[in-house]
């Protein structure tokens, strides 16, 4: 069975969790807490598996560790064919990783955790809030701008690909530090429309509730 570690509140290991849902994948969740004792992702036999100390880590069913949830979320297209995550056209499957990368590469690592507690040894929390929003702001405005005039239900194609997957954990961050989000109604509408299935619903941070208090 495939093994995922994760924390329950990480946007990287939230991504994974509907990626696995969406394909009905069955998986065991091994939860690292990033909090309590200083952060178990810093403990030897977590960095045996994962050098950077980072959730998510995914162990295949034959016993390799793929990081970075990107990777993990591309090694399950490609691996197992049902229910894809991409759009089946070269150029739209293109378009999504470009907007999943936008989340990625350019919001969610000047706002993780690691950021934020750097931040905070030399600003006050309102310069850190003020910091966080910026980015969000930044990343989602080019967002709404791209899919502005989209009759699409989701980014793409009629069912959610690996930049709706992304949407829905960004969003998630957002609304957890109060960021107003009013400016961006398709980013809205999608992420309402992604959180009616199971998969995405299953995979929210407070559905993990045998690892909170991991």
């Not at 069955?26 to 807490?33: A, C, D, L």
Request: aromatic residues 10%; charged residues 25%; hydrophobic residues 40%.
């Amino acid at each position: 069975m495939l093994k995922l570690y994760t924390y329950w509140r990480s946007t990287a290991a939230y991504r994974v969790r509907i990626a696995l849902n969406l394909k009905g994948l069955e998986y065991e969740s091994i939860p690292v807490h990033l909090v309590k004792d200083g952060g178990e992702q810093h403990k030897p036999e977590y960095k045996a598996l994962n050098p950077q100390g980072l959730v998510p880590a995914l162990l295949t069913e034959d016993g390799d560790v793929i990081n970075q949830s990107m990777a993990i979320m591309e090694y399950l297209e490609s691996k197992y064919v049902q229910t894809p995550i991409l759009p089946k056209d070269e150029l739209q499957q293109a378009q999504c990783r470009a907007m999943a990368q936008m989340i990625v590469s350019d919001i969610h690592p000047l706002n993780n955790l690691r950021v934020l507690k750097y931040l905070k040894q030399d600003w006050d929390q309102i310069q850190v809030d003020q910091w966080y929003a910026h980015w969000i702001h930044e990343g989602f405005t080019a967002l709404e701008k791209m899919l502005e005039g989209s009759k699409l239900s989701f980014m793409n194609e009629m069912y959610p690909c690996v930049s709706d997957i992304c949407l829905v954990a960004q969003v998630y961050n957002a609304n957890r530090f109060n960021v107003p989000l009013d400016d961006y109604p398709k980013l809205l509408e999608i992420n309402e429309k992604c959180l009616e299935l199971p998969a995405f619903m299953n995979a929210r941070p407070e559905a993990q509730l045998g690892e909170i208090d991991a």
